[in-house]
Every structure is written in C-alpha cells, then in structure tokens.
C-alpha cells in the first residue's frame, strides 16, 4: 500500500496442497485446492486491477510452484491450480500490459517449510509428516531474499530452486525422459 491510500502491488501466496493419488483423492480436497490456490488468487486479482488500471499500472507478484511447471505424483489437485494461476497470469500480463500492469510468476522448489506437514490426504486430513525433500530444501530466508531481488528487478519469472530446478529443461527438451523420471521420483 501506498501512503496516498493507493495499492501498488499485491503479493499471491496462497498454499493448500495435498499428498494423495488423484483418483483417491475426495472431490472436496481437490476443490479446496483449486480454490485456496487459483480462484481466491484471481478474485483478489479483479477486485484490485481497475484501481491498477486508473493509476497507470501495479505489480502482482504470484507464487506459484514448480509443481506448477512439472507436475509430479501425489499432487494432482496442487499441480492443476497452479498450472491455472501460471495460464491466469501469464494471459492477464499480456492483455494488460499496456496499462502498466506487471506480474512477476516465482516458481519455488523445496523450501524448508511446513508445507508437507500440513498437506492433506485423501479425506482432508493433515499428513502430518515432513516430506525429505522439503526438509532438505532452501532456507526460507534465502527464497525470500531471492524473491525479493527479482520483484525489484522486474522480472516476469523467477525459478527459485537447488536441483529439481533442473527439471524444467529436462521437461522441456526431453518430454518423454521426464515422464520416465518423474514416475520414479520418490514423494510423499
């Protein structure tokens, strides 16, 4: 917020995520997802683009997730809403680009957070155990620094990650070796 009672930008961070096999998981769960993730994102989005448009432009910053990129396993509902905020954003910063609206898309990897403790199951429980991979991840002081630097610099995308950021060449130079590794990756 601005001092003058204007917004600038706005900051999407919202996370549900789930642990399960889509076709096990409860309809309710994978709504929840789509919901928590892509439709509140979007209905923030409209209710604050025409101040944006009147003031000559703004920022959205979007974080998304890898996931959003490379789908994987046991993230079926995850993986659809953020794919919908990626097609969301991506369009939106196109067709308003010329009223000075930005977006900035962070797609980030394993961050050492409690997103696996608190992911749910099939029937929305709490899985209530840490993923290694998240536990192994980046600190998320350096993801938010990363974060931050790239806001500032006015990227349109930023992938902050360690090594599964490699994925996202391999998906796309590679499809058909990804969708073989990708079966074998070992989550929870």
């Known amino acids: 917020l601005r001092l003058g009672g204007g917004v600038d930008g ?9 642990r399960w096999r889509g076709g096990e998981t409860e309809r309710a769960v994978g709504r929840g997802s789509m919901e928590v993730n892509c439709v509140g994102a979007v209905a923030l989005t409209k209710a604050v683009l025409p101040a944006f448009i009147r003031q000559g432009g703004g920022r959205f910053v979007v974080v998304t997730s890898l996931v959003g990129e490379l789908p994987t396993p046991k993230r079926s509902a995850y993986s659809a809403s953020k794919h919908a905020l990626h097609g969301f954003f991506e369009a939106l910063r196109a067709e308003e680009f010329d009223n000075g609206v930005r977006v900035t898309l962070v797609l980030p990897g394993f961050i050492r957070t409690q997103v696996s403790v608190n992911a749910l199951t ?8 840490m993923d290694d991979l998240q536990a192994n991840g980046m ?50």
């Open 122 to 129: 099939a029937d929305g429980g709490a899985q209530g155990s």
């Open 139 to 188: 600190d998320p002081v350096r993801c938010a620094r990363r974060l931050v630097e790239a806001v500032q610099r006015g990227r349109d995308q930023v992938i902050i990650a360690g090594r599964e950021g490699a994925g996202l060449y391999l998906k796309r130079w590679s499809p058909a070796l990804y969708r073989r590794v990708i079966r074998k990756v070992k989550v929870t």
């Open 10 to 18: 706005g900051v999407h961070n919202d996370g549900s995520a789930e």
